[in-house]
């Protein structure tokens, strides 16, 4: 459904994405990994038109969307939760995840409100309270709850798990799950490699702005190139 062909990306004189193919379909998860600055966030940002690519296309079932405004993408399904979550800390919870819903009717937006608070039960406790009060496990739910008011097909995630515990962290990644399972396609960053590709149907490898490696998830993680270098396993000596 969603699809990047050699998309190129430059910050001023800097080129930070090299031709970067990627394809996620309908219903799939699928992982970006790459260490620290090797635009993984860049690839998310050209995907949602809060950056655009100096060249390449990128596309949603077919309509090409690289020249078109970020606005267009929720109504087309696609919707994003940025890193950090951004969320309005003075406002209560539920007007932050309200914001997620400014495209849709009211009637639409209150059955999405429902199913969203079905898949995150965790928020439902704190709706009346001020979003920055929450922990940051709270936050980062509150703000796929937002992502999700938009009733997407496909949702992007730039590093879900940054900051998070390792308690908070499989709660999130269950929570992914959830919503993958109800037939929405995650295309998420993440720069640990087994988080990464461990949940994911597919995965790429993405090293200074070029996708150096792809394949199924189980593929990924068996790769001797990403044992090394990402999970720092030895091979033993020949
Ligand atoms: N607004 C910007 N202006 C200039 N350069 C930028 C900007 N945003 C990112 N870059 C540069 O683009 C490259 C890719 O950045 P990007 O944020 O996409 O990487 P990343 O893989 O998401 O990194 P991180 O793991 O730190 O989140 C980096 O070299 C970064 O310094
Ligand atoms: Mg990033």
Redesign the pocket.
Same mark, same amino acid.
């Given at each position: 459904m969603l699809q990047l062909e050699r998309v190129n %990306?430059h910050? =001023?004189a #800097?080129r %930070? /994405?090299w031709d970067v193919s990627m394809s996620v379909g309908a219903g799939e998860m699928v992982a %970006?990994m =790459?260490?620290? =600055?090797? =635009? &993984?966030? #860049?690839? /998310? &940002?050209a995907a949602m038109g809060l &950056?655009k690519p100096s060249s390449g296309v990128v596309s949603l079932n077919g309509e090409e969307l690289q020249a078109k405004p970020a606005t267009v993408r929720p109504q087309r399904g696609m919707s994003i939760v940025l !890193?950090r979550r951004r969320l309005f800390p003075r406002m209560s919870v539920e007007e932050n995840i309200m914001l997620g819903a400014y495209v849709r009717k009211a009637a639409e937006a209150r059955e999405t409100y429902d199913w969203v608070l079905e898949i995150l039960p965790e928020i439902k406790p704190h709706l009346q309270a001020t979003a920055g009060r929450l922990s940051g496990g709270q936050q980062q739910m509150v703000a796929i709850a937002r992502g999700l008011m938009a009733d997407p097909k496909i949702l992007l995630m730039? !590093?879900p798990f /940054?900051g998070l515990s390792p308690a908070m962290v499989k709660t999130v990644l269950a929570i992914m799950k959830t919503i993958n399972e109800r037939g929405v396609a995650i295309l998420f960053?993440e720069?640990n490699a087994k988080l990464s590709f461990a949940v994911s149907h597919r995965g790429y490898l /993405?090293e200074s702005?070029r996708v150096v490696l792809s394949g199924s998830g189980e593929e990924m993680l068996e790769h001797p190139e990403v044992k090394r270098v990402y999970l720092g396993v030895r091979e033993a000596a020949a």
């Open positions: %990306v910050y =001023g #800097t %930070v /994405l %970006v =790459g260490p620290n =600055g090797s =635009g &993984k966030s #860049t690839v /998310l &940002k &950056k !890193e730039d !590093e /940054l960053n720069q /993405l702005g």
